[in-house]
């Protein structure tokens, strides 16, 4: 019987891919708050200042405060995610550095832009012309979403390396074939790369034919490729999405807590204006960004749309329960006819761990609920004009926690379900890795470190959002 966690976190790294596992995810949940409140703070002030709403100003101004601290903190766990892709992936640089410097480096100028208009914008409230805050207040928005294209660009490389074509024919039988990589050589001619399923060991000269291919397609067709692109507006749509819902909930704990009717009606007006939000927001995320993500993985890593969609007789799966299969490849590849790649075809090294075909269906779930949640709450409020139930608000107060889980998991699947690989075709974990070994004393130091961290930004978060 194979292990369901196979290749997961035993073997293959694992207790490296666990200390960073742990420091991305952490740093991806203040993170996704410093992009998503950046961008709503500016609308918010920018729709408050159009109306001279008072209410959406002051919403605005608290906002600002907690960006303030998101922000120090989430330096902090940056660090220790760039500290440990150094440290415990030591070759993985090996391929960044020497081919893909560039977005890692032009990253530190847009993290610098951002220090610097996150504050200022902070400390200019009512100092400066509101036309001036304004601006300041989009620069800020602006570098953090450049920050995240540089990050998200050498993430996609990593999942989808320039040149990949693999060979899967979705109109076969179904059946694994080998992928290959189209690279160039010095002379400008094409060369197929084939890597060994089962032994993925790149060829001595692949250094030599990776330089030429990527001066072939040049630094800027690297950080806009396609699939660089797709990821990068996920990503960002997903921060959008996630502090949207947190809004709703937070809103809706406070509305059902209230000091008196003032501020009754002014958490009323802040959920109405999330649901609206959330609604928009999510619907691009969910049938735009999140469709265009499923047809990536279907088109240059058909292995992990095989193990998302647990195409196997090894494991119980959700496909036995409701046969979505004709619709994902219909969804994939344009026709009900096509086939998604049978898993238990894929030879052992290139096989995913099938933990994501449990993660990645919980995220949909969990996703199309968030999104039926907002329809209800515009239906509610913009189209009936009507109170929503009391228990429907105490709902909301979970949204938060729900949207956590739809991103957290969606990153879980994008990194566990390019296992073995760290760079897919060329480079596997184990390759990658330090050869130093991890104790667990280390591993439990580290766990109670972002703890602590998290815990302190809940409270401060908490404290300031709790203060008049
Ligand atoms: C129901 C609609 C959605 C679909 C079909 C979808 C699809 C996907 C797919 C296929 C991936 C894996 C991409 C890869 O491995 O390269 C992914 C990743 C991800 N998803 Fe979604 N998603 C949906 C909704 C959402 C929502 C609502 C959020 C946020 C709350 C979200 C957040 C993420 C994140 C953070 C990642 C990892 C980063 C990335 O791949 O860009 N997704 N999603």
Known sequence: MVNIFDQWLVGNAGDLRLLSAIGIIVHWWILQYTIGLLTMVFIVELVGRRKNDEQLLKMAKSMSKIVAVNFAIGAATGSMSEFGLVIFWPNLLRIV???FFVPLYLEI????????FVYMYHYTWDRVDPKLHLTIGFFAALGSIIS???IVSVNALMNYPIGLHPTYNPYGNGAWTAPYFTLIDQNGNTVKYVPDGNNPVPPANLDQLLESTVSYYGIWGLLFSWPAIVSFLHAVGAAITVTSFTLLGIYAYRYLTPRNDEEKEYY???IRFQSLFALIIISIQGFIFGHMSGTDVAHYTPEKLAAMEGTTNQFFTFGKIIPTEPLIAFLSYGSFKAKIMNYDTIPE???PPIIIHYLYNIKIG????LGVDAVILVLYFYILKKQLPTWFIKLQVLTPFAANLVATFGWMVREIGRKPFTVYGLMTSEQAATTQP???ILIALVI????SLGAITLILDYKIGKRK
């Open 268 to 270: 009323m007006k802040g």
């Open 97 to 99: 550095g020497k081919f």
């Open 448 to 451: 109670i470190y972002v703890v």
């Open 148 to 150: 995240a294209l540089m």
């Open 349 to 351: 090294g290139f096989r």
């Open 109 to 116: 100028f847009a993290f610098l832009a951002e220090v610097v």
């Open 366 to 369: 969990t996703a199309l609920l």
């Open 438 to 440: 991890v104790s667990w």
